[in-house]
């Protein structure tokens, strides 16, 4: 199970050691196995890849930088970083560039943060930048969103995205809501962050998958981060941003490690990222399902299928000019989530999908997510409560049959 | 400047005998409060609360315990083997096992500068005001006055939906306002309409608030009396409780990252003080060091519920000590001594970069708002006698007038000018055009996003449409 944490998106033609790959079905593959990454970056892992190529190709330039192709940045050098990490990077850089950058949240300063985001960082900027606060989530968000409108651009830390719940008045009736109620008069350009999703039997409690709850807020954004690359993009690209960014990072992903090129890039924080295009089926998903989704999609491919899987990304507002472009050319659409079943992404998803692309789709949207239950601690309930590959790859037969 | 320091020396002097952050002093007090108990000694009392009758550890019969704990004088702190080291300080032994009284004997005293007639108590430290500041603060409390009549009977006639008056409060509303600075920032609950008009903020846009019509500050999002102004540095009133004091927090936060001259202001009443927020947000201001003042408009109804059914101790000021916060009790009805404490608490907390609490104790007068009727829960001579006895307008006009700074005349031509004012104000208002239909979907995002931009497409089509059913609709 841990190398769940550690698998790559899928370098060209390694392959993971627990997984049962057939290698000799390869050669007959229809179509070779692309891994796409927006910078062309290699991705370095501890297995020699077997097979010619280890570089792919790269499709649409996702960063905002024009120019920022892929191609010219696989040659120049990129340095190894784990998720965390590259969070960390970003919001460093961040703050060197902005002196109105600042961080709040509990053991933020000192501790470095329960994941080491802000590791390093208040000895670097002081106890003021980096401040540790009391434990009341909904007073400093609330803190944060006073301090926004009075010039400065807080980045508030939940510990787990589940004690967010507390914030939730903060959040939605002013975080979202008082640059409108005070006539624009007020910017509220803030960046929640903090851990969600279901982890390693870490309870009910710390299981949440806020994205659900927070999805009808009028006036947020948000983002989930996936791969060390993206996640320092949207970090960048968060706190840039003048309206206030719901940052989703997942507890299971903070370890995974990535090349990330040298020279600074912002991603752009509306735009869904190509994870392997195709022409089968349309597979979206998001942070930590990705890799549900990759692994599922060796297994389809060894079966012969072609699946598209694009990482949204962003969760609000949906990229629909990439879905919609993605469903046009497959006609089936496969989404892949970690929220319960009601009133999850998912289901907004549907209903957008539907309501924009209903004359390509050729077959019902299939849906599959997390049951709707508290999560359990067993260890195996709690597997078993979440979408694993084997249930993508029934439900791509199901669908292209 | 020798009167100025009496005051913060008075206020100083005051502040220590009514509570204190001190360890010592705290340790003090508590010994005060054993030795009261002493006095009190009464046989309902359990036997180690009455006077004289310490709890012996010999009672458990621990003999570890006995070991530990020797006769332990409380002022012999210097006995390091009868601390405990804890973190935050050495914390004391004692074989008394005594608990800290809920509550003290007395209540806490209250400020004042004038008395219900308007005259100066003899004694009172005070810094005296210049004409033109008493002037337009009691000009200031008229036209609040006006403004709420005229409004208020406005909504009365259905020509706005809804209001919410704050009589009773002139004072607290003018006389806090008054000792700021136009630097510092400004979160209002929402009965403090004083503090957008004396920085500037004009009737009509008042009024065009209140009717959401094209020209209000607000673009015609938020409900009448929630109101903001970021030029004149008051932040948009959100409707929920207590959600702006976190928010002070973090605006005072910064301030103090600026290290600007200035302090935050925020204003809550009695029922928020039950809120989470009010209680975290003290505790984080005490531990984040930063300027602000919290003013606390104690009028003694939350809707329907009095002070007694919203907490069990006396009022807001004590819970200042709770979280290491300076706090002061004023009378709310009188201008001087609210614009007074609140001038020295800016003082102190722009100079110590610490917050400060003020309770001013007031009356709501009216109702909580336009939806509400509190003859149904209060008795009508109670409020009259608020009204009229307690009035804070009619005690600082006797003092304004008795100075010499106002007279019978220019009350009468006020009032009548202002009120014309305002019904003109509203007379504009109501012809104005209402709010634009792209108000609705613009300043949601920095930039209109395109599912917005759809979404807005949509509407104004089926206005098009429709004309009929979205009649005077502006587009």
């Known amino acids: 199970m841990a190398s769940l944490i550690i698998q790559r998106i899928g370098a060209a033609t390694s392959f993971d050691t627990n997984n049962n790959f057939d290698r000799r079905s390869l050669s007959g593959r229809k179509s070779g196995f692309l891994v796409v990454r927006s910078d062309g970056a290699k991705i370095t892992t501890g297995l020699k890849p077997i097979g010619s190529r280890t570089h792919h190709l790269v499709t649409n330039a996702v960063a905002t930088k024009p120019g920022n192709s892929a191609a010219s940045t696989a040659s120049k050098s990129g340095h190894e970083i784990l998720l965390f990490d590259a969070l960390r990077e970003g919001l460093e850089e961040e703050m060197d560039r902005d002196a109105r950058v600042c961080v709040m949240g509990e053991d933020v300063g000192h501790y470095g943060g329960s994941y080491k985001v802000t590791k390093g960082l208040a000895p670097k900027y002081g106890d003021l930048r980096v401040l540790d606060t009391p434990i009341a989530e909904n007073a400093f968000t609330g803190m944060g969103i006073g301090a926004a409108m009075t010039g400065l651009r807080p980045i508030i830390e939940g510990m787990n995205m589940g004690f967010l719940l507390l914030a939730f008045n903060q959040i939605s009736n002013n975080c979202g809501m008082l640059h409108y109620t005070s006539g624009g008069q007020f910017k509220i350009p803030v960046v929640i962050r903090g851990p969600g999703g279901v982890g390693r039997q870490l309870g009910a409690e710390h299981s949440q998958r806020l994205e659900s709850y927070f999805q009808s807020i009028p006036g947020i954004q948000m983002v989930a981060c996936s791969t060390p690359y993206n996640a320092k993009g949207l970090m960048k690209a968060a706190i840039r941003s003048d309206n206030p960014v719901i940052l989703f990072e997942h507890v299971l992903l903070y370890n995974l490690k990535e090349t990330i090129p040298d020279e600074e890039y912002v991603l752009n924080l509306e735009e869904a990222e190509m994870v392997r295009p195709g022409q089968h089926v349309t597979i979206l998903t998001y942070s930590r399902m990705r890799y549900h989704v990759m692994q599922a999609a060796k297994t389809l491919v060894n079966k012969g299928y072609d699946p598209e899987v694009i990482d949204i990304r962003s969760l609000k507002p949906f990229d629909l000019h990439m879905i919609g472009n993605s469903v046009k050319k497959t006609h089936r659409v496969l989404i892949v989530e970690e929220c ?35 999560t359990p601690y067993a260890g195996t309930l709690e597997e078993w409560t979440v979408v694993q590959p084997p249930q993508i790859v029934a439900a791509v037969e199901q669908l292209c049959k | 400047m020798t009167i100025w320091l009496a005051v913060t020396r008075g206020a100083n002097y005051r502040t220590k005998t009514l509570i204190s952050t001190a360890f010592r002093s705290l340790r003090t007090s508590l010994t005060t409060f054993a030795s009261g108990d002493a006095r009190e000694g009464t046989s309902r009392k359990p036997a180690y609360m009455s006077s004289g009758t310490y709890y012996r550890s010999s009672h458990f019969g621990a003999s570890e315990a006995r070991q530990q704990v020797n006769h332990f004088s409380s002022d012999d702190e210097e006995d390091k083997s009868q601390v405990l080291d804890f973190p935050g300080g050495p914390v004391p032994y004692t074989d008394e096992m005594r608990f800290l009284p809920g509550s003290s004997e007395k209540r806490v005293q209250c400020y004042r500068v004038l008395d219900d007639e308007g005259y100066p108590l003899s004694s009172t430290q005070f810094q005296h005001v210049r004409k033109e500041v008493a002037v337009k603060m009691y000009s200031g409390m008229v036209t609040l006055q006006a403004m709420d009549t005229v409004i208020y009977e406005a909504q009365r006639q259905g020509r706005i939906s809804f209001y ?60 009448p009396t929630h109101y903001g102004s970021n030029k004149h540095n008051v932040l948009t009133i959100s409707a929920p409780l207590a959600t702006q004091l976190p928010q002070a927090v973090g605006a005072a936060y910064s301030l103090k990252m600026d290290k600007k001259d200035a302090c935050v202001v925020t204003y809550f009443g009695d029922g928020c003080s039950s809120e989470g927020d009010f209680h975290a947000s003290l505790n984080f201001a005490a531990v984040m060091e ?130 014309k004012q305002v019904i003109h104000a509203v007379q504009v208002a109501e012809k104005t055009e209402k709010a634009p239909i792209g108000n609705i979907f613009s300043d949601v995002y920095e930039k209109l996003p395109k599912n917005l931009m759809e979404q807005e497409k949509l509407l104004k089509e089926t206005v098009k449409r429709y004309p009929r059913d979205f009649p005077n609709a502006p587009l």
């Open chain 2, 164 to 223: 919410m008056t704050s009589y009773g409060e002139e004072a607290v509303n003018l006389g806090s306002v008054a000792a700021l600075s136009d630097d510092d920032i400004v979160l209002p609950q929402y009965r403090e309409p004083g503090v957008m008009l004396w920085r500037g903020f004009e009737l009509q846009q008042f009024v065009d608030q209140f009717f959401g019509n094209k020209n209000d500050i607000g673009k015609g999002r938020q409900m």
């Open chain 1, 340 to 374: 319960m079943r009601t009133g999850g992404i998912g289901a907004s998803l549907t209903a957008a999908i539907n309501e924009n692309f209903q004359d390509y789709l050729d077959a019902p949207i299939v849906c599959l997510s997390s049951q709707d239950v508290p």
């Open chain 2, 290 to 419: 930063v300027p602000i003042v919290y003013i606390c408009r104690n009028n003694g109804w939350a809707i329907s519920t009095p002070v007694t059914e919203q907490f069990r101790i006396d009022g807001i000021v004590v819970k200042g000590q709770a979280y290491g916060i300076q706090s002061i009790r004023v009378d709310g009805n009188d201008v001087l001594a609210v614009y007074n404490a609140v001038r020295a608490a800016r003082e102190i907390a722009i100079k110590e970069q610490r917050p400060i609490l003020i309770e001013a104790l007031t009356y709501r007068v009216g109702h909580h708002s336009t939806s509400d009727d509190s003859t149904k829960y209060r008795p009508v001579d109670e409020i009259e006698h608020w009204k009229t006895a307690r009035n804070p307008v009619s005690i600082f006009r006797k003092w304004i007038q008795r100075s010499g700074w106002w007279s019978d005349k220019e009350e009468s031509e006020f009032r009548a000018n202002i009120r």
